[in-house]
């Protein structure tokens, strides 16, 4: 049975201008997250605890604004039947989050360092980071949300988690690559010079994603008649009818884990080039590149599987089998030549994990509470998921503060101890390992989106034509 509202299918250059958002947030997000507590620890000197704290304020902050920004954009709405639900936030947002990233790697600092400079560093710190947080926020809830209002057939799902999940990859890809290529050990303006390079690509990228963001007539013709209907439901109910559903609870802690492996893996990447490998700035890069090709290779394999198994719980515990083997071999990683082969096998297996909790699972869980609800409160949903995934810098940053801390770390050293060495291999693998572990059999004893439960909440969804 094919209702009208589903009768919509997207072309793939449009899935492609779509999956250009999906980039920015991977592109943007790699900048922002692999290299920048880096970048003040080790070449702008600022102390590490002062760092952590504010990681811990920006941390805060955004897992404050996500659900009462999601809240807004869904109930406080920018009403225009000619722009729709989500484009104007994406239109508003977009430019401003990147030019925070800017910022923050170009701080105002003289040759002479001070405790007057540190706090003066300290509040550009913290200014632009919150500045980051409020306008990727608004860019990421509202881009998250039109997914599963855009695409609402399981089989467009399957294709578009396939080309979405590609892109994306390539801009985390990029995101490593970039900085590697520019960045200097020692020279902070080569810093600003890579921020730069990176918001003029996120720029033309975001103009090219802009089509893909528009909302077809008939979607602004749903959501209109929507909003008429839509019950006056506070911030606090919504959450609380969000978080009494099991799938979406499951939804977010292992969305949690996999974000904090990804960010954590990232962000110890640049150390352990520098103080195990005993490489230049370029190695990252280059191990970059070797990401997003096993990354980019495996997806229509992935795609495969999706397609054959029908079932993204049995493909996504298949990805996750993978992912934690490939943790392993990084662990044991002591070269750069076997580094080789366990970052291809890392890029491989996290792009399967990746697309189906990001993309197809998440979608799922949505579905169901839209189903249950009768009303669609994605921008909600997702910021109540933003509040507590959020807090993955700060876990991160304080990890590694603690790590370095107790295993002897010396920013100003340029060969560090076994011991200090040890502490980057466990932030770059098994730390993340232990927690997709959890994760994993967390999702294994409690989600229960089965095919035929899904097919059941599509019918519903058609009756409540939403």
Do not use: C
């Amino acid at each position: 049975m094919k209702n009208s509202n589903r009768e919509k299918n997207h072309g793939n250059l449009e899935i492609l201008s779509y999956g250009g958002g999906s980039f920015l947030q991977e592109f943007i997000g790699t900048v922002f997250g692999s290299w920048l507590f880096f970048f003040y620890e080790i070449e702008v000197g600022l102390d590490l605890w002062l760092l952590t704290l504010g990681y811990l304020i920006y941390a805060t902050w955004n897992s404050v604004n996500s659900p009462l920004l999601g809240y807004l954009t869904d109930k406080k709405r920018l009403k225009s039947a000619f722009l729709g639900r989500r484009f104007p936030w994406l239109l508003i947002s977009g430019v401003p989050w990147m030019l925070s990233l800017f910022f923050l790697y170009t701080p105002l600092l003289n040759e002479t360092s001070t405790e007057k400079q540190s706090i003066m560093i300290f509040i550009w710190f913290l200014l632009f980071i919150l500045s980051f947080s409020l306008f990727g926020t608004i860019f990421g809830i509202n881009y998250s949300a039109l997914y599963p209002d855009k695409f609402q057939e399981e089989e467009e799902r399957r294709v578009a988690s396939g080309i979405v999940g590609a892109i994306s990859f390539l801009g985390g890809g990029l995101g490593s690559l970039l900085p590697a290529l520019i960045i200097k050990y020692g020279d902070r303006n080569s810093y600003s010079k890579m921020a730069l390079i990176a918001i003029s690509i996120g720029i033309l990228v975001y103009i090219f994603s802009l089509p893909g963001f528009w909302e077809e007539k008939s979607m602004r013709q749903r959501n209109l008649k929507y909003q008429e209907k839509n019950p006056k439901i506070s911030f606090f109910h919504s959450m609380k009818i969000a978080l009494k559903h099991k799938n979406f609870v499951i939804f977010i802690i292992l969305f949690f884990f996999i974000q904090f492996s990804m960010v954590s893996v990232g962000a110890a990447f640049p150390y352990a080039v520098r103080y195990i490998f005993h490489k230049e700035a370029i190695y990252t890069a280059f191990l970059a590149m070797l990401y997003i090709l096993g990354a980019v290779l495996s997806l229509p394999l992935w795609m495969l599987i999706n397609k054959k198994l029908a079932d993204n719980k049995k493909s996504l515990i298949i990805a996750g089998l993978m992912v934690m083997s490939s943790q392993i071999a990084i662990f044991f990683t002591l070269t750069i030549s076997f580094a080789i082969f366990s970052v291809i096998f890392y890029g491989f297996s996290i792009a399967g994990f990746w697309t189906n909790i990001k993309l197809r699972i998440m979608g799922n869980v949505f579905d169901e509470i839209v189903a249950e609800t009768g009303f669609r409160d994605e921008s909600t949903n997702v910021g109540i998921s933003g509040f507590f995934i959020n807090f993955t810098t700060a876990l991160q940053s304080s990890i590694f503060a603690l790590v370095h801390k107790f295993t002897g770390f010396k920013s100003n050293a340029e060969v560090q101890t076994g011991l200090a060495q040890l502490g980057i291999r466990l932030t770059l693998s098994f730390i993340p390992l232990i927690f997709i572990l959890v994760g994993m059999i967390i999702f294994l004893k409690w989600y229960d989106l089965t095919p035929r439960k899904i097919e059941n909440i599509k019918l519903k969804l058609e009756q409540y034509e939403l």
